[in-house]
Structures are given as structure tokens and as C-alpha cells.
């Protein structure tokens, strides 16, 4: 049977919200016969465990969910720029509050997050980028305010 990763990923979920851990009963009374092929591939794939009708949510399946939690940001400097790697490509855009405050809602309504968090990851990335510059460059951009 074809299983959709996404329905995988949905299980795993399923099992966090639940504490960990769930009976096989609750998952077919969702999905029917489907669920043994969901749960059979994340147990292949040892996202999660078995222990009789419960499944269990593994360490390797709790680091999956938590990397595809959120949109990773990350920033470099360069030139008197900052650019910032994201899901969606990579930006150039200057280190000013307002450059940053735009990007973070572009951002966030892309990813589905609200912009304070996506903001205060993107000036918190930021401030690293521009501590890291290399030599006399870190003198060309604004301080930034990290809180």
C-alpha cells in the first residue's frame, strides 16, 4: 500500500499531542487499514516503537518533529549586507529594524508562524552574523537590539 510521508508525519504528531503514546485503536478508528501502513513505515524507519497495540513516539522521531517545526533561519555577513538563508532562498537585506521587521513577516506568514517569534529569530541570527564578521567589517553595520 502507498503511504503518503506527509501521513507519517501526521501519526508522529498524532502520538506527541497524546503524550508520547497512543493505542493502534485510535488510529483506526481514523484512518481504517491505512493506519497499519502508516505506523508500520515510521516503525520501519524507527521514528517510533511498539509495545504490544502502543505505539511510542522515539528520540529519532521527536527530532524529526522538532526539525520540521518552524522555519530555520540562519545569517552571514557580507559587504556591508546581511544575508539571510531560509527555506524559500536566500536574502540580502540591510541591518536596519525596519528591514529586518519586513522580512520577519514575510517569513513568518510563509511559514505559518507569528512574526514577534519569527522576528526576534531573525534579529537573535542577526546579531550572531554580525559578532562573526570578519575583521573590521563588524564596524559597518548598526548595533542591533537584540531584545
Known amino acids: 500500500m502507498f503511504v503518503r510521508l506527509g501521513d507519517v508525519v501526521r501519526a508522529l504528531r498524532a502520538l506527541e499531542a497524546r503524550g ?14 491505512y493506519a497499519y501502513a502508516a505506523l508500520g513505515l515510521a516503525l520501519e524507519w524507527g521514528l517510533a516503537e511498539r509495545r504490544g497495540d502502543v505505539y511510542r513516539l522515539s528520540g529519532r522521531g521527536r527530532r524529526l518533529l522538532r526539525e520540521l517545526d518552524g522555519c530555520p533561519v540562519e545569517a552571514r555577513a557580507a ?9 524559500f532562498g536566500e536574502y540580502a537585506v540591510e ?10 513577516y ?8 507569528r512574526p514577534q517569534i519569527m522576528h526576534r529569530r531573525i534579529v537573535e541570527e542577526a546579531a550572531k552574523a554580525v559578532a562573526r564578521a570578519p575583521g573590521l567589517e563588524k564596524w559597518l553595520y548598526a548595533p ?3 531584545r
Open 144 to 146: 542591533l537590539a537584540t
Open 106 to 113: 514575510k517569513l513568518a506568514e510563509a511559514c505559518r508562524e
Open 79 to 87: 559587504g556591508g549586507r546581511l544575508l539571510l538563508e531560509t527555506p
Open 95 to 104: 541591518p536596519t529594524a525596519g528591514s529586518l521587521l519586513s522580512i520577519a
Open 20 to 33: 508520547g503514546s497512543a493505542r493502534l485503536a485510535l488510529f483506526e478508528r481514523t484512518w481504517g487499514p
